[in-house]
C-alpha cells in the first residue's frame, strides 16, 4: 500500500515519502488522495481487509492526523460494521488538509503500521487582478496577481489580440524578461492599436478568468528623463540637460512633454514650476533648459518628469527623476558688514603723534555673501576739499585687522568691505576723529639779557601737545602793576625769541603758551628778569634814593676839601689848586 504524505502550503504539494507495509494494518483508506471543497462535509473510509482480521474488528480502528502524537477524537468515528471505520470532518477547512491516517490501537507509535490518505482542501480560483503597462509606445507587458487563496496548486495563462478584426487569441510570448506572473509583449508581436488581454487562473475545482484592454499609444507612462544634469550659466542662471527616457526610442522624441522643477536650498519644500509653454521647445535628444532670475551662489535642487504628448492625464506622467542639485555662480555681496567696532592705542613708536587701531566686525549672513568671502577690503580716507582721498589700505583675510601708524592728531574715515571672486561689496564706513584737545603749556621756559636792550627767551615743546603745535605765543611786560603786555606769535618750529627795544634799567616779566588746532594751552609760570644792573623794581628804586645821598655827600665834601686847600694856600702864599680830589 503507498501512503502519499504532503505538506499542503498555497499552491504546492510535496510527496514526503512511501511507507513500507511490512507491519501495516492488513486495510485500505478511501479516497486516496481526495480534492475536497472548503466548507464542506467530508468522509473518510477506513476498510479492514476480511480475510485478515486477525480477530480484529472495527472498534479497534484509532485514526490521527498527520502523526501518532495527534489522535483524532472518537466522537468523529462512525462505524459502519465490523470491518469499516468513518472519519466525518464537517465544514473542512484550509487549515485540515494534510494527512490522516488509520491504525490499529495495539500498533501504538509505529507509523509504519499505518494506512492513510492525503487530503486536499482547498476552493476554486479567484479572478486574478491585471494590469498592464508600456513606457515607450511600441512595447508593453501585462502582471497579474492571485486574487484570494485558493490553497491549491493554480496555474495562470495570458493571451491577448487585438480588440478589432476579429483576431484569434495568442499565447504570451515571453514570461521571462519582466518577471515572475507578468508577459511581455514586444513591438514585433502585436499590431498597436488597442489590446484585448486576458488570463486565466485553473486549479482542479475550477477557473476563473480576468480581462482587460490597454492601448499602448493612449496609456504609456515613460520612464523619467535621464542623465539629468545641472550647471551654472552665470550668478543668476542654471542650465539644465536631460537625456530621453530609457527605452524611449529617438524617432519619437517629438513626442515627449517635459515637466521640471526647481527648489532653493534655503526654502527646499518650495517648488518651482516651469510653464508647460516654456518647456514646449523641449523635443531635441539632447534637450536642455535655462533657468533665470536665479539667486546668485545658491544650491538649488531641480527634478524631472515626462509624458507622452497623445495621453492625457495626470497619472500617465512619470516618476520624478532623482534630484539633482546646481549651484550658481558668485556675484558681490549684497550687505555691508555690521556691528564694526574700533578701539585705539597710543603707537608704542611715536606715542605723541601715532596711534594704532584695532577694528573688527561680524561677517556676513550666508544669502548676503553671494560667494565664498576671501578677504575684506579696508580703506583709510581723508577728508579733502576735492573729495576723499585714500591714504592708506590692507586686506584682511578675517573680521580683524589692527592697523597701525596712524596720526593720532587728524580725523579719518575707514571703509570696510567683503570681498569674493566676483569683487567687493557695500561699504561699512568708522569715523575716526581728530584727538586734538587743549596742549600742554611749554616747559623749560628762561630768558637772558643779550646786549642792553635785549633779551632771549627759550622754551622746550610741551610733553603733552594734544596735538600738532602751530604756533607759540611769547608775552613780557615791565614789573609793574598795571602793565600792559607785549606779546609775539612764534612759528611752531621755533622754540626761542628775541624781545628787541626794552629798556636795560626796567626789570620785566615773561610768560609763553601753546597753540594748536584745539586751542591755547595755559600759560607758564610767568617770572621777572632783573635789569642790567642786576635789580628788580623794587631794589632799583632803593638803590638810586642811596647813590643820590653818596652822590650829594661827595659833591659837598669835595667842596669843603676845595675851601680847605683854597684857606692854606692863601697862608702860604701858593697859588690855588687847580684840581680837587676825585670823592667818586
Same mark, same amino acid.
Given at each position: ?48 481487509? %476480511? ?41 473542512i477547512s484550509f487549515e485540515e488538509s494534510g494527512a490522516y491516517m488509520c491504525a490499529l490501537a495495539s500498533d ?259 544669502h548676503q555673501r553671494r560667494g565664498v568671502i576671501t578677504e575684506y577690503m579696508v580703506n583709510v580716507m581723508l ?23 596712524? %596720526?593720532?592728531?587728524?580725523? @579719518? ?24 584737545? %587743549?596742549?600742554?603749556?611749554p616747559k623749560n621756559v628762561a630768558a637772558q639779557w643779550q646786549i642792553s636792550n635785549s633779551v632771549k627767551m ?9 596735538? @600738532? ?38 626789570? @620785566? ?76
Open positions: 500500500m503507498l501512503l502519499l504524505i504532503s505538506l499542503c502550503l498555497p499552491s504546492v504539494v510535496l510527496l514526503v515519502g512511501c511507507i513500507s507495509p511490512a507491519y501495516s494494518i492488513e486495510a485500505h483508506v478511501e479516497p486516496l488522495d481526495p480534492i475536497v471543497l472548503a466548507g464542506t462535509n467530508f468522509t473518510i473510509s477506513c476498510n479492514l481487509d %476480511e480475510n485478515s482480521t486477525n480477530g480484529h474488528t472495527s472498534s479497534d480502528i484509532v485514526w490521527y492526523y498527520k502523526s501518532s502524537k495527534r489522535p483524532i477524537p472518537s466522537d468523529q468515528y462512525h462505524l459502519v460494521n465490523d470491518t469499516t471505520c468513518q472519519l466525518i470532518i464537517r465544514d501504538g507509535g509505529n507509523l509504519l503500521a499505518y494506512e492513510g490518505t492525503m487530503l486536499y482542501v482547498g476552493s476554486p480560483p479567484a479572478s486574478p487582478s491585471l494590469k498592464c503597462h508600456s513606457n515607450n509606445i511600441l512595447d508593453y507587458w501585462c502582471e497579474w496577481r492571485e486574487g484570494s487563496p485558493s490553497n491549491l496548486r493554480t496555474s495562470y495563462t495570458l493571451e491577448y489580440r487585438q480588440q478589432f478584426g476579429g483576431n484569434s487569441w495568442q499565447n504570451c510570448p515571453d514570461t521571462q524578461t519582466k518577471g515572475s506572473n507578468t508577459c511581455f509583449v514586444s513591438q514585433d508581436n502585436h499590431r498597436g492599436y488597442t489590446q484585448k488581454v486576458r488570463v486565466t487562473a485553473t486549479n482542479p475545482l475550477g477557473t476563473a478568468v480576468a480581462e482587460i484592454t490597454f492601448n499602448p499609444d493612449l496609456e504609456t507612462v515613460p520612464n523619467p528623463p535621464s542623465n539629468v544634469s545641472v550647471e551654472s550659466r552665470g550668478s543668476h542662471s542654471l542650465r539644465v540637460i536631460w537625456e530621453l527616457p530609457l527605452k524611449w526610442t529617438s524617432h519619437f522624441s517629438m513626442f515627449l512633454e517635459y515637466k521640471l522643477q526647481y527648489a532653493s536650498e534655503f526654502e527646499p519644500d518650495t517648488w518651482h514650476k516651469i510653464s508647460r509653454r516654456e518647456m514646449s521647445g523641449m523635443r531635441r535628444l539632447r534637450p536642455a533648459f535655462n533657468i533665470q532670475n536665479l539667486e546668485p551662489y545658491t544650491n538649488y535642487h531641480v527634478r524631472m518628469s515626462c509624458k507622452s504628448m497623445g495621453v492625457m492625464g495626470d497619472k500617465h506622467w512619470s516618476d520624478w527623476t532623482l534630484i539633482q542639485t546646481g549651484m550658481t555662480d558668485s556675484s558681490v555681496p549684497t550687505a555691508a558688514v555690521t556691528a564694526l567696532d574700533w578701539r585705539q592705542y597710543s603707537s608704542h613708536e611715536e606715542p605723541l603723534f601715532k596711534r594704532d587701531v584695532f577694528l573688527q566686525w561680524k561677517r556676513l549672513h550666508r577728508q579733502h576739499e576735492d573729495g576723499e582721498r585714500i591714504v592708506h589700505s590692507e586686506n584682511a583675510s578675517s573680521t580683524v585687522i589692527f592697523i597701525l601708524g596712524l %596720526e593720532k592728531y587728524q580725523d @579719518y574715515y575707514i571703509q570696510i568691505s567683503a570681498c569674493n571672486v566676483a569683487g567687493c561689496g557695500p561699504n561699512a564706513t568708522v569715523y575716526l576723529p581728530d584727538g586734538t584737545s %587743549e596742549p600742554g603749556a627759550s622754551w622746550e615743546m610741551p610733553s603733552d601737545p594734544h596735538g @600738532y603745535v602751530l604756533a607759540y605765543n611769547v608775552q613780557w611786560a615791565p614789573n609793574d602793576k598795571g602793565a600792559e603786555w607785549s606779546s609775539a606769535e612764534v612759528n611752531c618750529n621755533e622754540t626761542s625769541y628775541i624781545i628787541k627795544d626794552l629798556d636795560p634799567t626796567t626789570s @620785566y616779566q615773561f610768560r609763553v603758551q601753546t597753540k594748536n588746532a584745539g586751542g591755547y594751552s595755559g600759560w607758564t609760570y610767568s617770572f621777572e628778569l632783573p635789569d642790567e644792573n642786576g635789580f628788580f623794581a623794587d631794589q632799583e628804586a632803593t638803590s638810586r634814593s642811596a647813590q643820590e645821598i653818596l652822590k650829594q655827600a661827595a659833591q659837598s665834601l669835595r667842596d669843603m676839601m676845595k675851601l680847605l686847600q683854597n684857606n692854606i694856600a692863601e697862608e702860604n702864599g701858593e697859588n690855588s689848586p687847580s684840581q680837587t680830589p676825585d670823592l667818586n
